[in-house]
T-cell receptor, first 117, second 112 residues
Framework: GAVVSQHPSWVICKSGTSVKIECRSLDFQATTMFWYRQFPKQSLMLMATSNEGSKATYEQGVEKDKFLINHASLTLSTLTVTSAHPEDSSFYIC?????????????FGPGTRLTVT | QKEVEQDPGPLSVPEGAIVSLNCTYSNSAFQYFMWYRQYSRKGPELLMYTYSSGNKEDGRFTAQVDKSSKYISLFIRDSQPSDSATYLCAMSARQGAQKLVFGQGTRLTINP
């Protein structure tokens, strides 16, 4: 089956620093990758959609200058949380969709737990 | 009003019971309906996918969609302790749609 990995699986950083999270599709080419945020006992909220080689599309209310997304290749997307604050502490999950635009299935990574102190 | 409503639970049932999980939605444009299972501190995995109205069965799992009522269900037969997880419904308007809208998730515990 299609596998998506995320690195790191958890990270603790100090307020004001930046953190980079990687999302990789291991055995398929992901033309589209999605970044979600999940607060405790809440659902997944889509933050942004990125297509390989183009700028990410951000959901309403998500600061594009704070959450920098780069989808440089068909197997790698990165999310950088800049100038992190404690309220950015959350579970960040990426997903990837393979090839065809008609494909419905998104394969999810295991998530990255970010704690900002 | 949220686009997708799902009772967060928690729901606790004995092993072997039939479990019924449900979501309601308000956007009549939704055509594609999915159920994901998420174990603690893990990413979601796709369980079932259905298009439009009707039933779909896969082993112990049955997904039902009633578009007239804007209501979808997931049934789990012969529930096992390993089924203990959070179940999220998700839906989209087009097959190739970029955006999935998720329910809040229902936390399920199957007691041995």
């Amino acid at each position: 089956g299609a596998v998506v990995s995320q690195h790191p699986s958890w990270v603790i950083c100090k307020s004001g620093t930046s953190v980079k999270i990687e999302c990789r599709s291991l055995d398929f080419q992901a033309t589209t990758m999605f970044w979600y945020r999940q607060f405790p006992k809440q659902s997944l909220m889509l933050m942004a959609t990125s297509n390989e080689g183009s700028k990410a599309t951000y959901e309403q209310g998500v600061e594009k200058d704070k959450f920098l997304i780069n989808h440089a290749s068909l197997t790698l997307s990165t999310l950088t949380v800049t100038s992190a604050h404690p309220e950015d502490s959350s579970f960040y999950i990426c997903s990837a969709r393979e090839g065809s635009r008609d494909s419905y299935e998104q394969y999810f990574g295991p998530g990255t737990r970010l704690t900002v102190t | 009003q949220k686009e997708v409503e799902q009772d967060p639970g928690p729901l606790s049932v004995p092993e072997g019971a039939i479990v019924s999980l449900n979501c309601t939605y308000s956007n009549s444009a939704f055509q594609y309906f999915m159920w994901y299972r998420q174990y603690s501190r893990k990413g979601p995995e796709l369980l079932m996918y259905t298009y439009s109205s009707g039933n779909k069965e896969d082993g112990r799992f049955t997904a039902q969609v009633d578009k007239s009522s804007k209501y979808i269900s997931l049934f789990i037969r012969d529930s096992q302790p390993s089924d203990s997880a959070t179940y999220l419904c998700a839906m989209s308007a087009r097959q190739g749609a970029q955006k999935l809208v998720f329910g809040q998730g229902t936390r399920l515990t199957i007691n041995p």
